[in-house]
């Protein structure tokens, strides 16, 4: 790179634009990756000198431009907490002054939404893997969701679902595989507190499993 500690300035020397990013090119051999709008906001033309304070900026809005693309590769897979992006940013060593903003962004545009990731995380552990909402809202506080935003999603589900017809379904399967075991009401009764759910609730299930099964028996 050439020195600018003698006041000298680098220039653009080439820039190209697509509908999704810019190549700015300097004389010095260097390339930087940015928002197609960022040329425009940085006032840049071909042969423009390009000072400390420009090369700075390029260098950060390149870094911005590669922060997001990393952002949306990782909401590709599955929906993200604010935290879980967080600490993905963090892990790929991009600056705060630089991921903030990204987050912020990303946040603006509805892919970054903590009370819609709750909502989804709960109705599939929940509804379709029998995870009880104790269980639930430790993995979501994990995640870094609000306590209060944890609660109206968890009062939303229990309110549309009968949770006491999901630990009945998982007990009876359950049961079938702890035939053998020596007590198999307790072990059935430690599997349900392990998968989340509530003791007042575990204890209903297993006390009415326990009476169907001594009614049954009575009968023959």
């Known amino acids: 790179m050439e020195d ?3 006041g000298a300035c680098l220039a653009v020397s080439e820039i190209t634009c ?9 004389d010095s051999g260097e390339e930087f990756r940015v ?3 960022a040329v425009t906001a940085l006032g840049l033309t071909r042969g423009s000198a390009v000072d400390l304070s420009m090369l700075g900026a390029l260098q950060n809005e390149s870094e911005s431009l ?3 693309s990393a952002g949306m590769r990782f ?3 599955r929906s993200r907490s604010v935290k879980e992006m967080n600490d993905y940013f963090q892990r790929k060593g991009f600056r705060q002054e630089i991921s903030s903003p990204v987050v912020e962004k990303l946040k603006k545009a509805g892919y970054l939404d903590d009370y819609e990731f709750a909502k989804r995380y709960a109705e599939v552990k929940i ?6 909402p104790v269980r639930v809202r430790m993995e979501l506080q994990q995640k870094g969701i609000d306590s209060a935003i944890i609660t109206g999603v968890l009062d939303l589900i229990a309110s549309t679902s009968d ?3 999901i630990i009945r379904a998982l007990a009876e399967k359950r049961l ?3 035939a053998r075991k020596k007590d198999p009401l307790q072990s059935l009764r430690m599997y349900l507190f392990q998968r989340g759910f509530k003791p007042d609730d575990v204890n209903r299930a297993v006390n009415r499993i326990s009476s169907e099964m001594k009614s049954g028996s009575s009968e023959d």
Do not use: D, I, M, N
């Open 163 to 165: 949770e006491q017809e």
């Open 176 to 178: 079938r595989l702890y």
């Open 18 to 26: 697509t509908s999704s990013s810019a190549s700015v090119k300097l």
């Open 127 to 132: 509804l379709s893997k029998s995870v009880g």
């Open 75 to 77: 909401l590709s897979f």
């Open 4 to 6: 600018q500690s003698s």
């Open 66 to 68: 590669k922060c997001l």
């Open 35 to 37: 928002r197609p709008e």
